[in-house]
């Protein structure tokens, strides 16, 4: 059996599996999370041990600090994904939840009614706990998944994807509910894409190539998890000692994830007594800066910014900073060179921080506090599906609820349409 048709083969039981899903009870979903959590549990020196091929193969070919540490995964991580897993098993299931109820004049009832989604395609890259992150919030709103994880993981995906199966099967998982591609061939991507008659979207996570790449190949409905171009601007009004910990914190807390702050901007009434010290406390942690005259004049060790700059999505210890007029030259730098994904202000004054949130065009705007939080359990909504840079039919982060559709339920007593 080819590439092409292995994952036809994926997709169509992928179907039949969904319609299997959609029998489920909240119950049942709930105790397979919870049978799948403890199968990662048995399974976690097999796990441990796979992933070590792919950081030994990691290191040997050459990946940053950073994106070996999105890949390794530690006793703490697979606790987290047990978490997760319990975590979504606590959550409403959306699936079933009346939207909206109505009446029309002729006595048609009318229910506006969450339902599954289908079939699930997710292509990602690095991080292997999106495996188990994107099938527990696919399990619990009886949507079928095939994942497609990149190369630089494929050992780690494998284990944790075989734990999940034989977790969940062993409870009364229908078979082919979570599956994953088990090829690095880049050919089983354009197969997911064009594959119409089994998936109804796709959500890829990952860097700007792989987007690009699924964007330009797909035939079916894509939501974006695009790249994340992070601000923060520290305003007139900020309260300094506050601001030089948020930026610190969302520059340096783990500056490989897509909510890692990537520009700073800084109104010029306080860059003199701003700057110095962010620059000490960045040097201290290992950042690079790059900034425009202003910056370098402040702070001497940074290097002069260039267009791009202001563009990057870094995920390194890389940081670009502007000095900027004021809040509304803020914006416009966000709107322009951010990619709509999490920005923050940090201010005491209420007028630029309306302006802030009324005008910056991005899923999640923050007033004093680090753009780190966008993220589904920080939100309170269990793990995440992806953090959504679209804006239909999901932004933000997506948890259970963006994993539906709705369908119209009508309930009559013989009308006839006239």
Known sequence: MNVKEQILKMGEDALAA????????????????EAIAQELDAQRSFIQSENAKDLAAGKENGLNPAMLDRL???????????????????LNDPVGDEISLWNRPNGLEIRKVRVPIGVIGIIFESRPNVTCDAAALCL????????????????SNLAIAKAM????????????????????????????????????????????GLIKAVMEMAHVPVIKHYKGVCHTYIDAAADLSMAWAIAENAK?????????????????????????????LFAAQGVELRGDPTVCRYIPTAKPASEEDWYEEYLDLILAIRVVDGVDAAIAHINKYGSGHSDAIITQDEKSEKSFLAEVDSSSVYVNASTRFTDGAEFGMGVEIGISTDKLHARGPMGLEELTTYKFMIEGKGQIRK
Do not use: W
């Not at 969904?18 to 999370?33: F, M, V």
């Not at 619990?140 to 050992?155: D, F, M, P, Q």
């Open 252 to 280: 340096c807390q783990r500056p490989g994830v897509c909510n890692a702050m990537e520009t700073l901007l800084v109104h010029k009434d306080i860059a003199e007594a701003f700057l110095p010290k962010m620059g000490e």
């Open 18 to 33: 969904s319609r299997e899903l959609a029998k489920l009870s909240t119950r049942k979903k709930n105790s397979l999370l």
């Open 140 to 155: 619990k709103t009886s949507n079928a998944v095939i994942l497609r994880g990149g190369k630089e993981a494929i050992h």
């Open 72 to 90: 390794e995964l530690s006793d703490a991580r697979i606790d987290g994904m047990m978490k997760g897993l319990r975590d979504v098993a606590v």
């Open 165 to 208: 199966q034989i977790g969940g099967i062993a409870k009364g998982m229908p078979a082919h509910a979570i599956q994953l591609i088990p090829t690095i061939d880049r050919e089983a991507v354009k197969v997911m894409c064009q594959m119409t008659d089994y998936l109804d979207l796709i959500i890829p996570r990952g860097g700007e």
